[in-house]
Every structure is written in C-alpha cells, then in structure tokens.
C-alpha cells in the first residue's frame, strides 16, 4: 500500500503502483482540493472568462461556456481527444500514467474534485485498467483521454481477463460511475502524465540493466584474461566523473578473488576498448541515468495542467501557461536512448570478441569440443541486429516538432515517441545482454579448474543451474530464454548484490 499526497512521491513509488501495489489517498491532501473546487464553482457563476473551463481550448480558446455547457464539453474533450491508434499501452505502463495524474492533481491546483481521484485509486486497487492506445500522441492528450473515458464509465477496460466497456468493467468492479465535473475532462488531458509514467518505468528498468551490463562486462573481460589495471582508483581519480569512479569500483569488487585473473596477470598489457574503457563507457551511462532520474523526480512531483488554480485572498487565480510542455522529460528520455544504444553497442563488441578465436584466446566459438559445429557463432549477430535496431532509436524525437492544432500548439515535445523509443531499447538490451552472458558462462567453464572472481562465479553458477555447459550444437533460443528470465525476475542482480554486500 503506497500513501499518496499532496507531499509527491517517488519513482519507486509510480513503478510499484505499475506493478500492482495499492494506493491510499491521503486525506488532508483531498480535503486542501475541496476550497479550490468550490472557489471554481463560484468562478463558473461569475462566467470568469477561464480557458478549457468557461471557454474552449485550443482554437477555441475565445468561445464562452454557459455554466450548462461546462458538463458536456469536458467529456466532449475526452472523445474527441480518445484517437489513439495502435496496440494499447500494457498493464504496467496505463497503471504508471494513472498514478502519475493522481499525484499531480493531489496539489489541488488543477480545480478537479477529490471524488474523480477517489475513482481512479478505485481503479487501480481493484484491477480496473482502461484500454488505452499512445500511438498518435505528441507527449500529451492521447492516452490520457482514453484513460478519461474509462474513469467516467466510457471508453473500454481490461478486467478479471477480459475487454469490457467501461461501465461494464466499472460495475463488475463495484465501483460508482460519476458524470465528469467541471475541468475533469481538460484536466485529465493537459499535463506530461503519459511520458513521466512510461519514462519511470524505463529509468528503473535501465537502472537494474546498468548493474547487469557491468556483470557481463567483467565475465567477458575474465573469460579473456583480461588485465584490471584499467579499473585502478588511482587511473580515475584523474578523471573523477561519478559514474567512471562507480563502475571501476564496481567492476574490481565483483572480480576480487578471481583465480583466472591471478593466473593470468601478465597475459596482456592492454586490452581492447570495449573491456579496457568499462569504466569510461558504462560510467558516461551511469551519468546519463543520473540526469534524467532527477528530471524525473521534479517531473513526477510538479503539476503540469494548464491552467492551473491557486487561491490567493479566498479568490481563485487562474495561470495559463505552458507546464504541460514536455520538452524536459522528452529530451531526457532521448539521452537515455542514447545511453543505452551505447550499452548495445559495446556489449555486441564484447560477445563479437568473446566468439572470435583470433581475438579471446578461446576456442572457435566457444565450442565444446574439436571440429564441427557452429556452436556459439550466431549468437553475435543476434546482438548485432539488436544493437543495430537500438542506434537507430537512439535518434531524438524532441527535435521533430510540428505546428498543430490550427497553430495554437505549433511547438511539442514528441515526447511519447520519446518514451516508447527507449522502452523498446532497454528491452533489446536486455536481450543483448542474454547473449554476452550466455557467451561469459561459456567462456568461464574453458578455466577449470580455475575459479571465476566472488561475484561472477556467483552469477556463473546461477546461469549453470538452468543453462548447462554446451557440448555440442543444440537450441540455443532456450538458453537465450532462460537467461533473460534470470535477468527480468531480477534474480541475477539480486545474487550479484548478495555477494557484494555480505
């Protein structure tokens, strides 16, 4: 259960509730929504002029609202917006855009009602997920409308297995069907919440496979007989960035005790940069992580509508602006892109070598025995389309802005394209990184008797107890499989923790 307020939260906090946890509604934070609410429903009978209220958004900023007319054009805003095109987003990402909106409108500046978060709390405690497309949306009004719908008994919602109009859905779950109340409608659509939800859960997956690849670099740069003087602290205290000074400490913590390397300590003075600049490379993505967990952070916890409502003197003051531009989570997104394109391609160079006879030191492919067989020969080109695939998405999408809506929003962030561009990407990495480690494990077994360092013998042995040593030419996709699971249940950087800690 994840308490949430007016107070914010935490990327944790959006990906847990993703996951599945419950939520609670802290009720001070509802009750401070309640004299901002009232003071807009006075602001309604005055006929205030106050865009996407008592008048029209976009091109039709300048059209007056009757208090009559306020109700219908909200949920009008919703279909209207509810255009979304494609397969509809999963579970875990419709549940993060949720929590994410929740959060926002608890500052009680957005002028909605505390029952339409109640609803939607509702909802995601008791299973209620909108259907809800993002394909179409330029970082805002897409996806959100769809979940609008849903929220106010329209639209359709996934529910105990099956499709089902919202009302259905709403009704199944017991939950109070509302009629959406002044601002719901706009308010639902106008904020960065679809690209903070999708970017959370992307930060948090890049974070863990940032760990993984630092893990197969070293059972790469082992396997190979590496040298780790290239992890020195006294190296990088000449070039003191943060994340180079965590990865070469990182990296010398998991292959302490390492019998390979002691064995081999002079078998090569320098090696290639893909082992040799680690701590350069996987360190310059630690910082890139670095930057856009803390846009984020302020991202998560800021309030994005337009307008937005503050009181003042017990009035209601209304402040256009321009929160809901998602250029400061678009463009960290698309460094994050970047960050892992560059994890893709190094970890490809590393399994390229790892194969490569001429290059490790190894046996051709890594086979098992002499002669025949292809054995671990294709496995590099699987990371290679991969990594192929993962610089062509690190491409920014903040840079392909187009004037839309008659000009009024002729400036956008494309910052959807941002978030699902890198959510592909950390899920090839993933993939990527099966191969590097499926390839290390290989490569480790050519050492007996000799033992691998504290913490990869430790991740070698957990690979072993589903993937065994390949003697000869067998499937190799369940062995891919049985890696990425290891990596997706988080059970091979939980082992790697263990040992680093105990």
Known sequence: M???????????????????????????????????????????????????????????????????????????????????????????NVRAIMATIIVAMLKGASGVSPELLETMAAMLNKGVTPRAPLGGSVGYLIATAHIGLSVFGYGE?????????????MQRAGITIREPGPREGHALISGTYEISGLGAIALVRCEALIALADLAGAMS???MRGNVSGFDPRLHRFRPHPGQLETADRLLKLLADSEILDAHRHYRLQDALSLRCIPQVHGAVRDAITYCRKVLTTELNSLTDNPIFIVEDDELVALPGGNGHGAPVALALDNLAIAVATLSTISQARSD???????????????????????????????????????????PASVHTLS???????????????????????????????????????????????????????AWELIRTKVTFRVSDREMYPDLADVRRFIDDGSLNHIVDNVLSG
Request: glycine fraction near 8%; aromatic fraction near 4%.
């Open 404 to 458: 839309t809506v008659a000009g009024q929003e002729d400036h956008i962030s494309q910052g959807a394209l941002a978030a699902r561009k890198v959510q592909t990407a950390i899920e090839n990495l993933a993939d990527l990184l099966s191969v590097e480690l499926l390839c290390a494990a290989q490569a480790l077994d050519f050492h007996k008797p000799l033992r691998p360092g504290k913490a990869t013998v430790a």
């Open 221 to 223: 740069l082992e396997s």
């Open 157 to 169: 919602s996934w529910f105990e297995g099956e499709w089902l109009s919202g009302a259905e859905a």
């Open 353 to 395: 070598r790892l194969v490569n006879q001429h290059l490790s030191g190894l046996p051709a492919f890594l086979s098992g025995r002499e002669g025949g067989g292809s054995a671990f020969s294709i496995s590099p080109c699987i990371a290679a389309a991969l990594s192929a695939e993962n610089r062509a998405l690190a491409a």
């Open 2 to 92: 994840i308490t949430l307020s007016e107070q914010g939260c935490t990327v944790e906090d959006i990906v847990a509730i993703a996951a599945g946890a419950k939520v609670m509604l802290a009720p001070c934070s509802l009750e401070n929504m309640r004299k901002t609410q009232q003071l807009m429903q006075d602001a309604i009978t005055s006929g205030i002029p106050i865009y996407g209220l008592t008048t029209g958004v976009g091109d039709l900023y300048s059209v007056k609202l009757s208090p009559e007319e306020i109700r219908q054009t909200q949920l009008n805003m919703l279909r209207s917006h509810a255009s979304g095109v494609g397969t509809p987003l999963d579970s875990w």
